[in-house]
């Protein structure tokens, strides 16, 4: 078969000499457009002379040469992901060569994204490798070389196509025109009060097994029995103490909110030196629960809480001992409430910061009310010890891995580079390998006891453990991993990707996306998204890599997406007129935020809408839906 599709090809080429006459049907234009100050994309453009077609990246074996872009050079620079190519493929059956093959037939365009420190000093240097045909023909295979330098902080390029379009336009507010269609499709994305509710209890069990908590249940609910002659008044003091526990948690919860606000909550969730801060504050709390050092507050403190709570009376002395058990167990519950907090925040709900501490609270509170009114389980209750501080180290594991989530908000916020996905993923593999040999009893920490044997729930959570990293290292090549796509950075800051069904963003501009769309005559999809956006990964990872979804975004759509967390400085920060007041845009994140509100009246991420060449809404907004099928339907406008 390989001997007769390359004879058929080079009778096709013979067919194509035509003496005195050189055909040319394919001309190429490259050009650099710059999305940020460290980032770009080199647009490399093909225009096809009827009747001529232009092959694809990706053909089969034996066929005829694929399209390919070679980047010889690339001094001062990265490829940011692989070559997108947005352009609608056609595929079709070719009895010349038997199978099945795609091509490009009146234009096709490249884009590769680059990223750089200093745009100065980018110098790029390749070719494109190309072969064209028509029904009767074939052309040889042919080169046309290109080279860029000295990328400027604003491509001229994308100034002159910019400026064929009133950019203002694009701007222009179309709320009203958005709702006639109708509210959104999906939901907010914001997670419920109820999973909002249960993820405090889980918090408050978790707690309850740590070092700080487990060995004062059963001295605090002692010390209430013996407070009284009374029984009955024992064990109803030792309930009022679990309420107290409540009464002070909410509270906190709702001094949170009133001090901050919800919508500031959700802002503070997303702020890079917000996510640095507590990055560092989970590991400094793992590098506690590893034995390196024990974090306590001033004893003075319980101490004086202590003395209060045995010179008054009533209730107020309860009060005072609830006091006292906060701060006690503070080095454990710490890390648990914050970060407890930071997830709510995210939630946009006035009550979600006080709904989540009933939660923990509550589950914090059983135990001494249950053991108050049934004291002879005191006695079957599992003594404190080695086992204990293997909850401690599991926990210090685990902060690790949490700990990195928050430091990828901001090393994506700022376009650090740092913890790209490959390298956010290396880590989590070898700390959940490590857990798992800990939890085997291959490793030991200075507090731990000696085991001789390995437990029975040791050896099942360590297969657990094990298990999970594995299914981690298939996402070193690309895989998506959709069960961590919540936690893990997007694909696209993965420089090495063997996994070719995701979908990358044509435009990360609005301007500069919408004047290629009103160029090609097509629609826009607009995502507006977030670094720090849990519900942006999962839609990417869940949705748009349906095989329809993919299909319909690429051939039909100019896919824009603006990132309302991106903290890059403008080159020239300006003031906007908003409700009355002047408000600053600085970052790029400013921008695309205040496109958001001013534009479509909404602020939530994610949120798509989807736009004519010229900024009028062609449907109702979409905002958060894992089912394939309703994006689907929302794209075909059904």
């Not at 074996?61 to 190519?85: C, M, R, W, Y």
């Not at 096709?108 to 980018?122: G, P, R």
């Not at 000295?150 to 222009?172: F, L, M, P």
């Not at 500069?512 to 670094?531: E, H, N, R, T």
Request: with cysteine; charged share 15%.
């Amino acid at each position: 078969m390989l001997k007769k599709n390359t004879l058929v090809l080079l009778a096709l080429l013979l067919a194509s000499v035509s003496f005195g006459q050189i055909y040319e049907p394919v001309k190429w234009t490259v050009e650099q457009k710059n999305t940020t100050e460290n980032t770009a994309e080199i647009h490399i453009h093909a225009t096809i002379d009827d009747g001529w077609h232009l092959y694809g990246l990706k053909l089969p074996t034996g066929g005829p040469h694929p399209t390919s872009i070679v980047f010889e050079t690339l001094d001062n620079a990265s490829k940011a992901g692989e070559i997108q190519a947005p352009s609608k493929l056609l595929k079709q059956f070719d009895a010349n060569f038997n199978m099945e093959l795609n091509w490009y037939s009146s234009d096709a365009l490249f884009i590769q994204k680059i990223k750089f420190e200093d745009a100065a000093k980018v110098k790029i240097k390749g070719y494109v490798e190309f072969m064209a045909c028509n029904d009767k023909s074939c052309l040889p295979p042919s080169k046309f070389p290109f080279s860029i330098g000295n990328i400027k902080t604003v491509a001229k390029v994308a100034e002159k196509v910019v400026a064929t379009v009133k950019t203002s336009d694009y701007w222009k507010p179309v709320i009203k025109e958005l709702n006639s269609f109708g509210s959104g499709e999906g939901t907010s994305g914001a997670t419920s009060l109820w999973l909002i509710f249960l993820a405090g209890m889980l918090g408050g069990f978790l707690a309850l097994l740590t070092p700080c908590v487990w060995p004062i249940i059963p001295m605090t609910v002692s010390f209430f029995l013996k407070r009284s002659d009374n029984k009955k008044l024992g064990q109803r003091d030792a309930i009022l103490y679990g309420l107290a526990i409540i009464f002070i948690y909410v509270l906190l919860g709702i001094l949170i909110t009133l001090i901050f606000g919800a919508s500031a909550l959700n802002s503070l969730s997303t702020n890079a030196v917000f996510n640095l801060l507590f990055f560092a504050l989970l590991v400094v709390f793992a590098i506690s629960f590893f034995g390196a050092f024990e974090i306590t507050l001033p004893s003075s403190w319980s101490t004086k809480l202590d003395a209060k709570a045995d010179s008054t009376a009533g209730f107020i002395s309860i009060l005072f001992m609830a006091f006292t058990l906060v701060l006690v167990s503070f080095s454990c519950t710490g890390p648990i409430i914050g970060t407890l907090l930071v997830q709510v925040s995210s939630s946009g709900s006035i009550l979600a910061p006080a709904i989540g501490m009933f939660g923990f609270a509550l589950a914090l509170s059983i135990p001494f009310s249950l053991f108050a009114l049934f004291p002879s389980w005191l006695k079957s209750m599992p003594r404190s010890g080695g086992w204990l501080n293997s909850v401690k180290v599991v926990l210090a594991f685990l902060e690790l891995a949490l700990a990195l989530k928050f430091f990828s908000v901001a090393d994506l916020a700022y376009g650090w580079h740092i913890l790209d996905r490959e390298v956010f993923l290396a880590i989590w593999i070898v700390i959940f390998a490590l857990l798992g040999f800990y939890l085997l009893g291959k490793i030991r920490f200075a507090h731990d006891n000696e085991s001789k044997h390995t437990s029975v729930l040791g050896v099942f959570l360590a297969i657990v453990s094990f298990a999970f990293s594995m299914y981690i290292i298939p996402g070193l090549w690309g895989a998506p991993l959709k069960a961590i796509s919540a936690f893990a950075p997007p694909l696209y800051t993965q420089d090495f990707n063997l996994y070719n069904n995701d979908v990358h963003p044509a435009f990360t501009d609005y301007d500069l996306g919408m004047a290629y769309a009103a160029d090609k005559k097509l629609p826009v999809i607009i995502d507006f998204s977030g670094f720090g956006c849990v519900n942006c990964r999962k839609m990417e990872a869940s949705v748009w890599t349906d095989p329809t979804v993919k299909e319909l975004l690429k051939k039909d759509f100019v896919l824009i997406s603006l990132f309302v967390d991106d903290k890059k400085p403008l080159v020239k920060p300006y003031e906007v007129l908003e409700n009355g007041r002047n408000t600053s845009i600085e970052t790029i994140g400013d921008k695309w935020s205040y496109l958001q509100r001013s534009k479509f009246g909404a602020n939530a991420q994610p949120f798509y809408v989807m736009l004519d060449n010229e900024g009028m809404p062609l449907n109702k907004s979409y905002t958060f839906n894992e089912n394939p099928a309703k994006f689907v339907n929302w794209l075909k406008r059904k």
